[in-house]
């Protein structure tokens, strides 16, 4: 029997997306043309394979599942689909984990009466919020023996903990199973905590989270694979949904995502799926993909020929991996790879800022056409790369740049501004939070000159950093429980701060005052309420905040929100006495442990692509599917490259479903690393098309020398700038 479904194969930028936009239109538009080998028998035309009618979708029916990797993939995917349909089709464009999310949350009813849980409206946790939780729940067992036979800190063990568990429940693997098959991979390894000690805290964790209608990523995985896929209701109510399944690097896909889409050809759908044999980019974060690609066999195989002619991969791959994997080969690199070399780190960050400073200045290349890419960013680095670049007027977009929300000024003010209103929270604030608080209220938004001026340097504050310390100084009454701000007339040389900044200090007071006064008569809903409160009073303001600064903000809503939602269900089904403001004095200290990143939806700005140089780690680029003119792969000696720029989760490969259980070894770790280093090396030179600098310093920033796996590409390639030759060269000279 012909196979209707299509399995696309192909390496990085063959055409996989594209083809599956055609099979797309293929079963919407019968008369497009891509479809012309797909017609049904129709008088006048030639005879092709016939498929079933149920693939001519109406346009009212959604009919479709469109899946991608990561979220970003997801709104581009659907984009290109809604385009390419002129939008008369509606299409469910989601990730595979919200897909599930949605499953859960929509079929909840049905999982209340199989499982007999409490008839409440589920809530998700956020992961911090569900490690901050979770440490409640285990800290009388996790005690210092505890820790120092696990070898990790306690925040640490808690997110490998429930790493475990959402590791099994991408795998298809209930929670009950978790203690087997970290037994069997473990073995006798004795510098690791008991698996039936870590099962049963995962056992305790998920029914405690069920009973209050709490659900995290993990839980609703195994909510989704072990009980609504089994269930002969949600079945049937898939089939009508879903007709189709299309989705798009499945070599990314938890082996859970397999069970679904088995379901689906079972019940008659037919599906499309790309596989990107230089992918696998999550692979050891909950991926799977040679189990995924087991999916092969049930449908039509399109092999797509490599990248486009345009990219290095055909060129340099080979090189590459040869010169790698056999260091001893007398191999030189093509005059298009070059090195920048240098002793120390620092020198290598100057130095990579100046040659693209002046090829972006020279006309070589524009900002959008080069790619800054590293193993690991820490954050001497990125400030450093920015500094040189902004101040030379070449903007830098940081891809996915998750710093801590209490990295930004204006959420510690707000914060600070938090503990000034509610009392009980005086040992939380101190003389330079109080300063930095003033120095961010009290700026004003200049208007722009004209429309390219750049909104961040048309901002201006009436107290600088000096006058706030000098009012921090005097005015500020430290309290356990009343902290407070007096007048300016309480420094005896108040004359000293000026008109301007006595005006705006005075706002700032009489603001805080009137909050005060409202918390105590209970006319402040929630602390959500202050927070939106100041910042349309002071941030806002009618003015146009910087991208950054508004998803830190936004993010800081989205966290506050979460937040006291899940403190009231808590409190809904288990009352406990605290002060009337814990609630605020944890959200706080949340925040200033950083667990939490300013990362709101949407992740990306509104428009088109921003002119600016793109500064990611391997895995983030890869992530994110770009491709370049340029590229500038920094630390090229650091071993980390290896380990493809992200960390493998602890337990990950006995989740893996082609090995489940079985002990990882040091000669599988070896092996897996040299495969994840061929495919970081065909994936980055598909996706660059023109030039490839290779960054090494002899020394890293810790001071140790630098012998990573790229460290033959660095000795077989030109060297554009060496110690010996600081200054730039033109490579074209």
């Known amino acids: 029997m012909v196979s209707h479904s299509v399995w696309i194969v192909g390496t990085t930028r063959s055409g996989k997306t594209a083809r599956l ?55 581009e995917l659907g984009d290109i689909i809604v385009t390419s349909t002129l939008g008369k089709y509606p299409v469910r464009a989601k990730t595979p984990l919200g897909f599930f999310q949605d499953e859960v949350i929509l079929f909840w009813p049905l999982l209340i009466d199989s499982l007999n849980l409490k008839a409440q409206f589920p809530v998700r946790l956020r992961p911090e919020t569900e490690q901050e939780l979770a440490t409640k729940l285990w800290r009388p067992q996790l005690d210092e023996e505890i820790l120092r036979i696990a070898g990790v800190n306690e925040s640490r063990l ?24 970290l037994a069997r991979g473990l073995g006798e390894n004795t510098t690791t905590l008991e698996p039936e000690f870590l099962g049963s805290l995962l056992l305790d964790w998920r029914n405690w989270c069920l009973e209050r209608g709490l659900l995290t990523y993990g839980i609703i995985t195994e909510l989704y694979s072990q009980h609504l896929l089994s269930d002969r209701n949600y079945q049937q109510h898939l089939a009508k949904r879903y007709q189709g399944v299309l989705a798009d690097d499945v070599d990314d896909y938890p082996s859970v995502a397999r069970l679904l889409f088995e ?100 006309r070589q290349v524009q900002p959008e056409q080069v790619a800054i890419i590293a193993p690991g960013l820490d954050a001497i680095a990125r400030y450093t790369l920015v500094e040189i670049l902004v101040k030379q007027n ?109 005006t705006a200090y005075n706002e700032i007071l009489e603001w805080l005052e009137q909050q005060r006064s409202q918390q105590e008569l209970r006319l402040i809903p929630s602390p959500i309420s202050l927070l939106d409160r100041a910042i349309q ?88 599917r770009r491709s370049h003119r340029w590229h500038f792969w920094l630390d090229a000696g650091s071993p980390l490259w290896a380990k493809g720029g992200a960390a493998t989760l602890f337990g990950a490969p006995f989740f893996l479903r082609d090995r489940l259980g079985e002990p990882w070894t040091a000669e599988d770790e070896k092996l897996a690393e040299e495969q994840r280093l061929k495919r970081i090396l065909a994936d980055l030179l598909s996706r660059v098309s023109e030039r490839v600098y290779l960054c090494h310093s002899d020394l890293a920033v810790n001071g140790q020398e630098q012998l990573g796996p790229l460290l033959p590409l660095v000795n077989a390639c030109v060297t554009v700038i060496s110690e010996a030759n600081e200054k730039f060269r033109s490579p074209a000279s």
């Open 158 to 181: 808690v997110r490998r903990i429930l790493d475990l568990l959402q590791l099994a429940a991408y795998s298809g693997i209930p929670c009950e199973d978790i203690t087997q098959i």
């Open 394 to 502: 070449i903007q830098v977009e940081s891809l996915n740049d998750q710093r801590p929300l209490i990295s930004s000024p204006i959420i510690r003010a707000l914060l600070t501004m938090l503990a000034l209103v509610y009392p009980g929270l005086g040992r939380l604030v101190d003389r330079d939070a109080v300063a930095e608080m003033l120095v961010v209220l009290s700026r004003k938004q200049q208007p722009p000159e004209n429309s390219s001026t750049d909104v961040i340097n048309r901002v201006s504050t009436d107290i600088d950093p000096v006058r706030a310390g000098l009012i921090a100084d005097y005015c500020f009454l430290p309290h356990p429980d009343r902290p407070n701000l007096l007048p300016v007339s309480a420094f005896e040389r108040w004359d000293r701060i000026g008109y301007a900044a006595t």
């Open 537 to 624: 009073r002071f941030l806002w303001n009618g003015s146009n905040l910087p991208y950054e600064q508004l998803a830190a903000l936004r993010e800081l809503l989205e966290t506050a929100q979460h937040y006291w939602e899940i403190d009231t269900r808590l409190r809904q089904i288990a009352p406990v006495e605290t002060t009337p403001h814990t609630t605020v004095i944890e959200f706080i200290q949340l925040l200033r442990r950083g667990t939490i990143t300013a990362n709101p939806y949407p992740v990306r700005p509104i428009g088109g692509v921003r002119k600016a140089v793109t500064l990611a780690t391997i895995f983030q680029y890869r992530s994110s």
């Open 263 to 362: 379901l689906l050809l079972d019940q008659g759908a037919v599906g499309a799926f790309s596989y990107n044999l230089d992918g696998a980019v999550r692979l050891g974060l909950g991926a799977d993909p040679n189990y995924l690609e087991g999916l092969a066999e049930r449908c039509r195989v399109e092999i797509l020929t490599g990248p486009p002619p345009e990219s290095l991969g055909g060129q340099l791959t080979k090189q590459m991996v040869e010169l790698v994997t056999e260091p001893m080969v007398l191999l030189s690199l093509p005059e298009i790879v070059h090195s920048i070399q240098t002793t120390s780190r620092a020198q290598l960050l100057r130095q990579t800022a100046e040659v693209i400073t002046n090829a972006i200045q020279s």
């Open 21 to 75: 936009v055609e099979q797309f239109c293929s079963w919407v538009q019968p008369e497009n043309k891509y479809t012309e080998s797909f017609y049904t028998k129709k008088p006048g035309r030639r005879k092709a394979t016939r498929i079933p009618e149920f693939l001519y979708l109406k346009q009212t029916e959604p009919g479709v599942l469109v899946l991608a990797a990561n979220d970003d993939n997801r709104r």
